[in-house]
Nanobody
Framework: QVQLVESGGGLVQSGGSLRLSCAAS????????RGWFRQAPGKEREFVAA????????YYADSVKSRFTISRDNAKNTVYLQMNSLKPEDTAVYYC???????????????????WGQGTQVTVSS
């Protein structure tokens, strides 16, 4: 059974940091792109960051660029999202995903991802 399990969410003050992890089990995702998305109450799920299979290319939403960093450890089948300088508008449920994606333009598209985690709540207080 394939599973993606997020961890590391929580409550943090504005300006603080959190590190999310997403551990995969049931199969290896070393050849898959990995992504992070988020969904705030009443809003659509939106792209946050993605990383290609090797970790050599990363992609970010403009709203998080220079504050968030995505990375991966293929030996651990895990992807990370380091979030710094957090703002109240970053409050959302964060989801990790995996997909067989080879073109940069598709990295931010939710329908390109085949596997999803259950999500972890991130709350940033002002």
């Amino acid at each position: 059974q394939v599973q993606l399990v997020e961890s590391g969410g929580g409550l943090v003050q504005s300006g603080g940091s959190l590190r999310l992890s997403c551990a995969a089990s049931g199969r290896t995702f070393s050849s898959f792109a990995r992504g992070w998305f988020r969904q705030a109450p009443g809003k659509e799920r939106e792209f946050v960051a993605a990383i290609n299979w090797s970790g050599g290319n990363t992609y970010y939403a403009d709203s998080v660029k220079s504050r968030f960093t995505i990375s991966r450890d293929n030996a651990k089948n895990t992807v990370y999202l380091q979030m710094n300088s957090l703002k109240p508008e970053d409050t959302a449920v964060y989801y990790c995903a995996a997909g067989w994606i080879t073109i940069p333009q598709a990295m931010g598209v939710t329908t390109q991802y085949d596997f999803w985690g259950q999500g972890t709540q991130v709350t940033v207080s002002s």
